[in-house]
């Protein structure tokens, strides 16, 4: 029983590692197009935005010396690319999938608009919105959350390497304990690394629910759609 109808999948690029220390694992990628398929065979309609930094973080780049419009410009290309890796390993285990880009980039994938990602998903196809919102100075999270918004999700789902918010990074502090939910207000006050402030603000103002899970462990965002107590809440 999915209790959600209408989702926006965030994924991270730092997890398309996997294993290796650059680029895009086939086996983690593989891993993500069979947990997606589960869901969407469920009648799921699914939007999907996934970021670059297993390629290239503008951020960073701009810290090293590069112009930060052209460093996020090159980011921005980094999550086209994997985009279109998911695409493919989607299209390969039987999921229909569009990449839809918020620059122009005619053939690499559609230019993007609301209108054509529902028209999409009602279909029945797994939309992969690449590019950012198409403009720098602004994360991906950022991006997921306009999307999500813009496509009206139920929920948006983050999903990383760590199975939830916790008070501090629990890679770092083992005392770290997890909150089973927590409110945007609390996120902002308490300073948690849980996406950007420009995200955290617009899902709340327009009232989306952001659930933080692992998605590096197989099976987990079946659970989250069947509505077990996995990960974090996030609300208003």
Known sequence: MNKYKRILLKLS?????????????????NEYATQIKDVADAGVQIGIVIGGGNIFRGLSGAAKGF????????????????????????????????????????PVGEYYNKWRAIELMEQGHVVIIAGGTGNPFFTTDTASSLRGIEIEADVMLK?????????????KDPNATKFDEITYDEVYTRG?????????????????????FDMDTVGNLKKVMNGEGIGTLVHG
Do not use: H
């Open 67 to 106: 112009d930060r419009v052209k460093g996020d410009q090159m980011g921005m290309l980094a999550t086209v690319i994997n985009s279109l890796a998911l695409n493919s390993a989607l299209n390969a285990v039987g999921v229909k999938s569009n990449v839809l880009t918020a620059i122009r980039m005619e």
């Open 159 to 171: 999903g990383t390497r760590v199975d939830g918010i916790y008070t501090a990074d629990p890679e």
């Open 13 to 29: 690029g730092e997890s398309l590692m996997g294993n290796k220390q650059y680029g895009i694992d086939e086996v983690r990628l």
């Open 192 to 212: 948690l690394k849980v996406m950007d402030l420009t995200a955290v603000a617009m899902c709340k103002d327009n009232n989306l629910p952001l659930i933080v």
